[in-house]
């Protein structure tokens, strides 16, 4: 069985972020959304794996490698337009040959992994049937804005894409897995009116062929990173489930409370970090206290500042006086501090779609 790993949209939702980098790469509990993608796959004893790549895909190959270091062997595959999930899967056809796999969109994050629903799929024996696909649907309390699934005696009997009545709760979320009548669906749908070919028209293709599809209901935490609140969501539950770690050093002065980590050659000087918290490699906290779900990655300084549930991105450099940041997520190579200029002012430099609350 191989893995299919969709990395090649835009991340429109998540700009100005995405303007300069994968959203796929951005880190959550101080790792890429899609490192968690790949190593639940490995976990799963998957570790031939496809990423489609499209306008990002050079930040995605220098990321990922060849997938050693998680254990797996990588393939790219470029997509030359974000033009549908269906149309990722037309284009695996060479990699996947006649394998089953799993389909993985790069930015979800499921936190309890996914050898379950393989194991499910894997043996028939398991699920009392053949299986040609599985797909993953969970209960959300907005079903409008998914794809919507209607069941009937432990099978999929019909898929509606974002309807405005939805007949259920039940939305199909990004993880799927297809035995190779997949690639038959593939070729025979039309691209919708949004001028995509559409994952919902390719497993409804399948039911109208009478193969047999079959939902698994997931009731753990999952997450569709592709929003700022999202990915602050998303980061709390992984760090909720995190061991503390001391690998830096951390000064008399400092006190630490709950589960912490502190990765390798950070430095926590007369500060209180309260927990649970990741603090990233080289990083330096000052003077400073970071409260609970609060992830600063690597090689960043805070000076005199407070923060709590957020999430900085590397090289950022913080000092503001004492004043508190929270519910924020604070790209690359970014410098908050405290204007000292008068008339005492906010003096705002922001890239387009930027959002800022101002006490």
């Known amino acids: 069985m191989k893995g299919l790993v969709l990395s090649g949209g835009k991340g429109t939702r998540l700009r100005p972020f995405t303007y300069t980098g994968a959203k796929q790469l951005v880190p959550v509990g101080n790792k890429p959304v899609l490192f968690h993608v790949i190593e639940d796959l490995v976990e799963a004893d998957i570790t031939d794996i496809g990423i489609v790549i499209g306008d990002t895909g050079a930040q995605i190959r220098e990321a990922v490698g060849d997938g050693s270091r998680f254990g797996a062997k990588v393939t790219y595959i470029p997509q030359e337009a974000p033009l549908g999930i269906a149309h990722g899967?037309?284009?695996?056809?060479?990699?996947?040959?006649?394998?089953?796999?799993?389909?993985?969109?790069?930015?979800?994050?499921?936190?309890?992994?996914?050898?379950?629903?393989?194991?499910?799929?894997?043996?028939?024996?398991?699920a009392g049937q053949t299986i040609n696909s599985l797909i993953v649907l969970k209960q959300v309390p907005n079903p409008q804005d998914f794809g919507v699934a209607i069941c009937n005696n432990g099978k999929v009997v019909r898929l509606i894409e974002k309807p405005q009545t939805p007949p259920s709760d039940l939305a199909v979320i990004g993880i799927y897995m297809f035995d190779s009548n997949v690639f038959e669906a593939v070729e025979n749908i039309k691209p919708s009116a949004r001028g995509e070919l559409e994952i919902t028209d390719t497993i409804q293709y399948l039911i109208d062929k009478g193969l047999n599809v079959v939902p698994y209901r997931l009731n753990g935490y999952w997450t569709d990173t592709g929003k700022m609140d999202d990915i602050l969501e998303a980061n709390r539950w992984v760090l909720e489930v995190m061991e503390g770690s001391i690998k830096g050093k951390v000064d008399e002065a400092s006190t630490i409370h709950g589960r912490v980590v502190i990765e390798s050659g950070a430095e926590i000087i007369n500060s209180v970090i309260r927990g649970p918290v990741i603090i990233g490699e080289r990083t330096k906290i000052i003077n400073s206290y970071i409260g609970p779900f609060t992830s600063i990655y690597y090689d960043c300084t805070v000076v005199d500042?407070?923060?709590?549930?957020?999430?900085?991105?590397?090289?950022?450099?913080?000092?503001?006086?004492?004043?508190?940041?929270?519910?924020?997520?604070?790209g690359r190579d970014v410098e908050v501090h405290k204007s000292l200029i008068k008339p005492r002012a906010h003096k705002l430099v922001l890239g387009d779609h930027s959002k800022v609350g101002i006490l």
Do not use: C, W, Y
């Open 89 to 126: 899967v037309k284009i695996a056809k060479d990699f996947m040959q006649d394998d089953s796999f799993v389909l993985f969109l790069g930015d979800n994050l499921i936190r309890d992994g996914i050898v379950p629903l393989v194991n499910t799929f894997r043996d028939p024996s398991e």
């Open 305 to 330: 500042a407070e923060i709590e549930h957020s999430i900085v991105l590397e090289n950022s450099k913080i000092e503001t006086s004492g004043d508190r940041i929270v519910d924020s997520l604070i």
